[in-house]
Each structure stands twice: as C-alpha cells, then as structure tokens.
C-alpha cells in the first residue's frame, strides 16, 4: 500500500507544475487578443470562437487561459508567506516551554477573532487588492498553521529520534531543521494546500467585488461577474472561468487532504 | 468558569476592534489624502486632516474611537454624512433574514451529510473538502447562470424595495442562500467529520459496538451528545463567516444587506462605515463562540478535566 | 442431540492476523464451552487472550482481522455482521479490560446498569439495584458518573451492567484486576452462581491462578512464541558479589526516585551501579516503571530525586544540561521500533550522523562506519538507502541499536532490545553485545526476554516501585498489583 503511493508520488508534483507552468504562461497560447472585440457580444460557441465571446464581443477561450496567472501568482504567494510565518510560529509554540505554547495561541485566538473575508476587505480601504489578498492571508491563515504545527511539534519533540538527536548532543536549530522540520514534511504540505485553498478564495472574492484586477484585463474571477448577466445567451463564457477555477482550489484541497491522511496513516 | 469565558470574549472583541482599526486607520493612504488626492494642495490635506482628527496619534484615535464605540455612536457616513447607524439598521433585517435562511440549508446538509458519515463507519468523505474549498463565486456563477439564466426559475438579481421585508419575496432569497449554504455545508462537514471520528473513537463508544447496540442507538446515545459542543462552536463560526460571505453574494445579486454595504464603503474607502460593518460578523463569531464554551463548560460538570475536544477551527478555509 | 449440539459456545479454527503484514496473532484456536461451565483463558501477556474474545465476538479493532476459523452458539454458526450483533446484544455480556474508560463519561451509574433493560421503570430500577448489590456496590453509587469510580468500582460497574441483562453468555476479561482480595471474593461468587446452570455458560481470560482454581470448569492456555516463561536460570547468588564491586561502576544511581505526573510511584530509592563490560537487566511487570528508570538515566524524562553518577560524577538530570561527551557515553535504544528513526531520514544517514556530531567523521568515513555498524547488526547494505518505513519492526530496531552504537558509548540503555526480534537475529545482537562489553561497555537492559536476561551479569526485578535483586520468586506473583 504505501509503496504504491510513494511510486505515485513524483507524478503529483510533476502534474502539479504542469499545471501552474500552463497557468502562467496562458497568455502566450491565446489565439486572440483577450482584451479586444473580435466578434458579436455574447457570440455563443462556433467553429472560430470555440467558447464564444463575451458581453463586449471579446474571445472567451483567450480571456480564459490567459485569466489566472494574476490569480495564482497572487494566491501563491499569499499561501506561502502565511506557511512560513504559520510554521515559525508553531515551531516556536511547539518547541517552546508550555507558557510560550500557550502565549502563541493566545495571539493565535486574537487573530481568529475576524474572518478572513472581512480582514480582506477592511484591508482593501487602504491597501491595493493583491496586498491586501497577501496580509488577510498572513493574518488569518498563520494562526491555523501554526496551532497544527505547534500540536505536532509538541508531540514529536518526544518521540526517540527527537530525544536520541538531543542525547548525542546536537543543537535545538539543528534538532528543529533536521529532525522536526522533515518529520513533519507531510503535515505542512497538507497545511500548504489548505493555505492556497483560502488564498485563492481570497483572491477570488476580492477580484469579484471589484478590488482587484480592473477591466478590460482578462482574469477568471473578474469574468464571472462580467459575464453572469449573459447567463442565458452564452452559458460558455460563464462556465469556462468557473471551471478552472473550481479545479484551481479542488486539486490543493484533495492534495492537501490525500498528505494528511498518509502522514495519519504513518504515525 | 463563566467569568472567565466571558472576560475572553470582551478581550477577544477588542482585538477584534483593534485589528479592522488598525487595518482602516493606521495603513498608508488615509482619509486626508483620498478626499484631496490630486486636486488639493499640502495646506488643503492638512487642514482635512485636522477636520477629521486625522493629526492626533493613533493610538488616541482608536481609544477615541473604542470610547465612541461602547456608548453605540458609530459615526457618520463620509459618503452620504447619514448616521452610520441609520444606514446599518435599515439593511440588518435582510441580511439577518438571509443569514437565517443560509443556516437552516447549511445545517440540514450537513447533518445530512454527518449522518451518512456515520453510517459509513467515518470513513470516505472525499467530497466535502473539494467542494468546501471551490471559491463562493463559482458557486453563486454557476447557480446564477443555471437557476436562473438557463431555467429562469428564479430572478438573478435579489432588488428587495427599500423598508420592505425580505420574508415578503422568499424567491429572492434562494439564489444568495444556496450560493452561501452549499459551500458552507461543505465546510462545516469537513470541520464535524473530525469531531465525528474522534468521537468514534472514544472507548466507550467501542464497548457500545461490542455489546452489539445497533447503529441509531449508539448515534443517539452515545455519539450525539458528544457532538453538541463540537457542533455550536462550528455553527458559530460557520454563522460568522455566513456573515461576512454576506459581502459577495449581496453584491453580486444586488441584494441590499449590510454585506454588500460593507463592500461598496470599501470601494469609496468610507471608513466609518467599513468599521462599523466589518465588525457586525466578527462580534457573531465571539458570541458563538462564548456560547459554546458555556455549554461546554455546563456539561463538563466538574471543572478541572482535561479537554477531549480541541477546537474545531484548524481547518482553514475563507468564507 | 450430540455432544457437538450441546457446546453453548464454541469456536474452531480461529485465525487472527494482522491486516497490515499479515503477521499472525491467533494460529487456528479451538475451544468448546457446554452448558453451565466456566472456560479459563490463560497465557503470557501478548498472547493474544483479548483478542480471542474479541474474535469470538465478532469485535476485532480495526487492524485486525479474522482470516479463518467459525464460532457457533448452540451449533449454529454466528455469521459475522448484522447476525453477530444482533447475537452479541441479546445473547452474550462482555466486561473488557479497562471498563473504567468505557463507561459512557457523561451517564449515571444506574443508567449505564440500566441501558439495555426493559420492562417497567420501577422493575429495571430493581435490578439494577440488585446487580449492584450482588457486586458489593451500594446505592449511594447508582448515583455516581463514571470518573467518580475507582478502577475495581468500574469493573464492577461493568459486570453488573453485564449481569443485570442475564446473558447465556458472559465473557470477562481480567475481571480481577483491579481489586482488593474481598472485592475480588464477590466477583468470584457471582461467576460460581452461574456454574451449573444449564442455559449459561462463562469465558474468563485471567492471569489469577485463584480465579482459575475456583472457577475454572476446563483452562485453555495460550502461547505465544515470543515470550516463553521467565528465565530457568536465576542468577541469585552472583547478586550479592556485584554489590561489592559497585565502587568500578562507570554509571551509579543513588536514591534514584521516579514519580509520574499522576503522582504515582514508580520507582523509589533506587541504588544502580553499572561496572564496566557487565550485562544488567532488570525484569518487572509492564507498566511498572522500567522504561522510566532508563528515561531518567538517559536524561529524557528527568528522575524526581536521587542521582545519576557517571564515573563518579553527578550527571544533570535533564539530557539537554549534559555536556557533550556526557551524553556520548550514555545511549538509550528506546522500545518502540517506530518512533526510534525519523521517517524523513535515510537509515544509512540515521546511522552517520552520531559519527559526524560526536566524533567528527566526514561524509565519507561516517557512511563507511555506518555500513559496518549495519552489518554488525546483521542487517544488509542495500538498507542503508531505505527510509524506516520500508523496514520491519525488527530491523528498525537494530537500526536504532546501530545508531546508538555509533556514538560509541561506555553504557547501552536498552529498553526490550530484542522484543521485535525473531530468535536468530536475537542470538546476532546479543553476541555482538557480548563483544563489546568485552571491549569494557556496560549494558543495562529492561527486558521480558529470557535469552537477554540469560547472559546477564546482575539481574534486578522492579516491584511496587523498588529495585531488587532477582531472587527466589513467589511461585505465583500478583502480577496485576499495581495498576492505580
């Protein structure tokens, strides 16, 4: 069983990077300008416009590959500053005595109190949205990390291999990057999924609501509300950003939760 | 113990206050400089500046502000100068109806859900993480486009009259409350289904199964009661975040709630409002929150014992 | 009706194994219990006594499975699933072996009792009182929850719960354990009361030759390859000349105190000395404090008072307050395989990197130093590669004694060294053993292991939280004493 999956294993990183790298590099394979008329508005699916167009006769397939690289750079990044602080900070709950423990979740709680939509928001008055996408992040997602990380290091910290690499003497960096740090690889991978699952959200709630990209700029948020009024002309050009997006946020969420049940598996 | 919740919850509240005030307040780019942005000279900032009180120190501010805050003077609006309170208490009775509305659906399904969990002795679920995480805007794109663009069952934009009651058009209810619910189900199963297997696992519940109870018995008798704490804490949050998911769906329905209030102050950056409206979900989460300590401190009989449930919140995931 | 009819339980061909490698708990276990007779279940811990009542119930934890083997009641076959349950409620009651936390936590003593009878309020009530009473249990402890019983209180508890509902059949595991001689008396009674009659029967797993000599109508013992009987050799009078050689003792104890965070004694007064190339191995009852005395040697769970000397000197009782070469001198192999080696971390590199930290090695001569102290263990190179997950518990185990070699210590700490071991590998470790303490390293092991102890230069027994020399026994020890 477990050497069945760990044979799997390069294949989901691979696919991983297949799929960020086409993300990314999605404006180079557009086939049209997607910022450009190049059709009837709400032009439904044909030969030449497989998706159709949208509510300014633009090309849905070109608006749609090249739409998320803002969107995942952005979640990216956002979900990998809330990892890091997230893992420092449960490190130093976990590791710590039991008052610095309890000191962490305490400032932990104080963060949870706002949800993570609201923080976004408030944040965007003053800040652009992709900042403000990147501290609502930070603020809201650490706290998460850092209390199952803290858990977790609170218990390997006892394990033998912990104890055994303290009683050959070496130092607690050392101990925390090379004994704790891969021990855990599989509970911060499930964590890093999570992370960009609420980063992405983020984004996507922002960019909805109009504080993020502006148009004409093609971005798979932005165009679910442009094209939400054309619904019934050409349903396409609504589905076809839905899609990737819904696909964006699942493949992390079911990543995250397939690392999570492997390393409960383990022990 | 009931002292003690208590006390957590105010202080939680404060820095609930001093986390949106800091974030509307203290970051780069206040009021002084949108109103005079370009057109106005240094002097003219200044003097805005000190017309809104903008010059004294924020730390004075925002007790200024707390102090205000307390006695329930909100302030008024810079984009229309109405009471802030007056703006907020004439959309309150919508979203609150569709909050209400969104829970009744959310709750339903996930007991639903919990309840086939269950039966499936708490394992499998690979459904609910992948839907909890799609973002709210798919949802509400998709149920728009299908619901209401393609059936054309139910209107896509939720316009209520201004003062009337939203419990007078329940149709323009459905499309908000489901785009909200589905995803929130989604999510406060995966949060329950951890309590649900921790549950499972508890060994009195094992000696129920050896002494050959059958299923319903043992969901009743002695899985049940465990979930209850597990269950308000996740419905706290969940009304929480239902609040501030409040914020998409208003506006992108057009429904006239506080949410979608709360979006449209960020967009003309009219802080007072922001604050006031940011605060509303934040304060349901404390007082959810509060009530599932006190129960949970109300069914714990003696204090002192080790806590089984740890909270629930670890998951992660935005509204 | 034949005889075969008449067996009110029986079982045949049991089979449990392991579902993750199929490792086999249980090898084709029959039994056979008739109307009115009490069948003792006896054997060494590990033999899988719990098991088999859980096997016969159809209640297997997940992990295992029963692979063969069928169990009849009356000459019908049980079919497992719906059939068994629904059996196992009406027909059998079943009071396991830490009832304490399988009390539901929340209910009232008279409703757990009550939960599963019918009839009228007033009547149910009766019997439960009556089931209490029978146990010695008063009313005044109807109206307790369960973490207001003491550890005897809840297994009485149990097995009024269990005899209120009147089953053909009781199965009971370790009923005893936690009780006085008089409590244990009515518990006794009450199981007497059900021999003879006809339409019940009674399995009782138990390590009391008591309840077998009175109760037992036939015994079917249990054995397990692994833990034979305790050592044929007892090494008594050898004791006492170690004492005075105590003064060339490379690590010392004095007055070593052990208590748990519960407040319960572990160990108390302890007085240790470990001479240089001496094998020491100290045998106890589990859960009696063993691993705690190496813990507090090692530093990883500080002793409460007392101290650790090595070479005369007063050790830190905390590992991370010990010099370096203090720790190097001191290694501690701990019990469980699994959580010995990093599962990030490749077993060669495991190996290393003592070599590297505590003797400078470089990347190169630690690997080949490492590859030797594998193969001293007798595992084979092509390991080095592998993550621990790769390795059965046998071999992490002599990963783990490899790594702790490394070090080159002057005292072994080893907790069960040869517990996942099969005989031959065994016989590899303690020969190499052998030669190191040759080359003057002393070894201190906790074990169950008849083979380990066989060797040993010093062996102490841990009792009710005292170190003493292993001498002549008590034929039958309360093995079960102490369990708070």
Known sequence: MIRMRLDRGPAVPAAAVTFVAL????????????????????????????????????????????????????????????????????????????SVGRAVRWVCDLLLAVPALILALVLAVALPGATAVVVASVLSGAPLTARVVGARCAEVRDSGYVRSAIERGERTPTVLVRELLPAMSGLIAADAGLRLVTALQLATALAVLGLGPQP???????????????????????????????????????????AGRRMGGAA | MIPRALLRTVLLAVAATAVVFAATEILPGDMGDVRGAGRASAEDVARERERLGLDVPAPVRYLRWLGHLVRGELGRSLASGRPVADLLAERLPATAALVVGTLTVTVALTALALAVGFLRGGRGGALAPGLAAVPQAVYAAVLGAVLSGVLGWLPAVSLLAPGSSPWAQPRALVLPALTLALPSAAFATVLLRGALTDVLRL???????????????ILRRHVAPFLLVPSVRVLALMTGWLTAGTALVETVYGYPGTGGLLVSSVAVRDVPVVQAAALIPAVIVLVGMLVAD????AGRHRPGRSRRMAPVATAGGAA | MTAEG?????????????????????DGVDLRVGPGEVL???????????????????????????????????????????????????????????????????????????????GPRAERAQRVRQALELLGLDEEFARRRARELSGGQAQRVVLARALAAGPDIL?????????????????????????????????????DPTLVRELADQVLRLSSPATPPLPPRALGPRVGERRSGALGAVLATRGLRVVRPDGAVLLEGADLDLVPGELTTVLGPSGSGKTSLLHALAGRRPATGGQVRLRGRALAPQAHHRR?????????????????????????????????????????????????????????????????????????????????????????????????????????????????????????????????????????????????????????????????
């Open chain 1, 23 to 98: 993300v990314l590099l999605g404006r180079q394979l557009a086939p049209y300008d997607p910022e450009r008329p190049v059709a009837v508005p709400w032009s439904p699916p044909s030969g030449r416009l497989p998706l159709g167009a949208d509510a300014l006769g633009r090309d849905v397939l070109s608006r749609v590959v090249s739409g998320g690289a803002r969107l995942l750079t952005v979640s990216l990044a956002a979900s990998a500053a809330a990892l890091l602080c997230g893992v420092a900070l449960g490190l130093v709950a976990g590791w710590g005595s039991a």
């Open chain 1, 216 to 258: 004409p700029a093609p971005d798979w948020a932005l165009m679910l509300s442009e094209n939400l009024p054309g619904a019934s002309l050409n349903p396409a050009a609504l589905l076809a950003p839905a899609v990737p997006l819904a696909l964006t946020a699942w493949l992390p969420a079911s990543a995250a939760r397939a």
């Open chain 2, 203 to 217: 060994p009195h519940v094992a000696d129920a199964r050896t002494r050959g109870l059958p299923a319903r018995l």
């Open chain 2, 294 to 297: 006190l129960l949970d401190t």
């Open chain 3, 6 to 26: 008449t067996a009110l339980l029986e079982a045949s061909g049991l089979t449990v194994c392991r579902a993750e490698d199929g490792s086999v708990l249980l």
């Open chain 3, 40 to 118: 003792a279940i006896t054997g060494a811990s590990g033999a899988g006594k719990s098991t088999l009542l859980h096997a016969l119930l159809d209640t297997l934890p997940a992990g295992l499975r029963r692979s063969a083997g069928t169990v009849r009641r009356r000459g019908g076959v049980v079919q497992p699933g719906a059939d068994g349950r629904r059996w196992r409620r009406a027909r059998c009651g079943y009071v396991g072996q830490d009832p304490a936390v399988a009390l539901h936590p929340r209910w009232r003593v008279e409703r757990i009792v009550g939960e599963e009878l019918t």
């Open chain 3, 171 to 207: 199965l009971l595991d370790e009923p005893t354990s936690a009780m006085d001689r008089d409590t244990a008396r009515r518990v006794i009674e009450a199981v007497r009361a059900r021999r003879g009659v006809p339409e019940l029967c009674t399995v009782l797993v138990t390590h």
């Open chain 3, 324 to 484: 370096r070469d203090e720790l190097r001198a001191v290694q501690l192999v701990g019990q469980h395989p699994a959580g010995e080696l990093n599962p990030a971390h490749r077993i060669g590199r495991a190996v290393a990197r003592p070599l590297r930290v505590l003797h400078g090695l470089d990347a190169r001569g630690s690997a080949v130093a490492a590859a030797e102290l594998l193969a001293a263990v007798g595992l084979t190179a092509d390991l080095a590669g592998h993550r621990p997950h790769r390795l059965s518990g046998g071999q992490r185990q002599r990963v783990a004694l490899a790594r702790a070699l490394a070090a080159r210590p002057d005292v072994l700490l080893l907790d069960e060294p040869t517990s996942a071991l099969d005989a031959a590998s065994a016989r590899v470790v303690l020969d190499l053993l052998d030669r190191l303490r040759a080359e003057g390293m002393a070894v201190l092991a906790v074990t169950h292991d008849p083979a380990v102890a066989r060797r040993a230069d010093q062996v102490l027994h841990l009792r009710g939280g005292w170190l003493v020399p292993h001498g002549p026994v008590d034929p039958l020890p309360t093995v079960t004493g102490r369990t708070s």
